[in-house]
């Protein structure tokens, strides 16, 4: 079986994943979803990666997936172990080089993309259950921008098979601008689902079967 590697986004911890991890486990895969140390401003991509691949272990017949800006660490993940499969969902999708800080104007991202919303529920989590959310911005932690506009060690995209699920409710990347993204940087053309932002929470089963569909 596998070892599913899950990433979470900026401003969160590991409990993102549990979901999808107990979905996972209880098909038999083995997962790990380490927490990132996103509010540590002395910590850039390098220690996010340092991170995961500690987590990992010894652990083989990986498959690395990303949610929102895990996506600038799942492919440096990529460089360090032998990984059979890379998912990116709901993601930012990284060029070599790229500093964190750039990937909005270099992808001609602009918060009219996401419309105007008067809190983080109605654009991260307004399709997951009240106690979930609830739960979700309890948990949440300030992302640290200090090291954001460090240039990204990441030297060309790893040889490993990529895919991307996007969500077609996503408030704050909607479909029309992933697709184009996903097209401009990886030459592929998205999967997509129905939700928003945060499936881990809000369709942690759909979510999970399509991972074991991916691998």
């Given amino acids: 079986m596998a070892t599913y590697v899950l990433i979470h986004g900026a401003g969160d911890v590991g409990w993102y994943w549990h979901l999808v991890e107990a979905e996972l486990q209880a098909r ?3 997962t790990v979803a380490p927490d990132l140390p996103c509010d540590d401003d002395s910590a850039g991509l390098p220690e996010y990666v340092d991170t995961v691949i500690g987590a990992i272990g010894d652990r083989s017949d990986l498959i690395v997936v990303a949610q929102s800006a895990g996506g600038f660490v799942a492919p440096l993940v990529c460089d360090r172990v032998a990984a059979r499969l ?10 070599p080089g790229e500093a964190p800080a750039d990937y909005w104007k270099h992808t001609g991202y602009s918060e009219d993309l996401a419309g105007r919303y008067d809190d983080e529920i109605a654009l991260f989590y307004h399709d997951v259950p009240p106690d979930l959310a609830a739960e979700a911005l309890s948990r949440g932690r300030d992302q640290s921008e200090t090291r954001m506009n460090e240039p990204s060690p990441l030297k060309a995209w790893p040889a490993v098979p990529t895919r991307v699920l996007i969500c077609r409710d996503d408030r704050l990347f909607p479909p029309g601008y992933l697709r184009r993204v996903a097209r401009e940087r990886l030459g592929i053309t998205p999967d997509e689902i129905d939700g928003g932002h945060t499936p881990a929470l809000s369709r942690p089963r759909e979510l999970a079967e399509r991972l074991i569909a991916y691998g």
Wanted: proline letters at 15%.
């Fill in 28 to 30: 038999g895969h083995d």
């Fill in 86 to 95: 890379l998912v990116l969902v709901a993601p930012m999708i990284p060029a």
